[in-house]
């Protein structure tokens, strides 16, 4: 079964996710970026949200996870949450 390793930043509007993609892109850090702005619990760890399979999280975050070009910053995606910026770590 495939694995994915990624991390996160959750912001809730498209303009913010953009914006902060933006400054990654530019060379911010994105572990300092999710620590600074986004929403979740998980950006304590900058973002980190550890290794898991397909099916763990909502169906248009593992669409991405699990197709997108990994080290590569993703987004933004809407879920219910909000909007997503996502980078794939590793993926097996």
Known sequence: MAKARARHILVPTKEECETLK???EGGADFGEVAKKHSKCPSSRQGGDLGEFGPGVMVPEFDKVVFSGE??????????QF?????Q???RS
């Open 70 to 79: 990994v080290g590569k910053v993703l987004g933004p995606v809407k879920t």
């Open 22 to 24: 933006k400054q990654i």
């Open 82 to 86: 909000g909007f997503h910026l996502l």
């Open 88 to 90: 794939v770590t590793s």
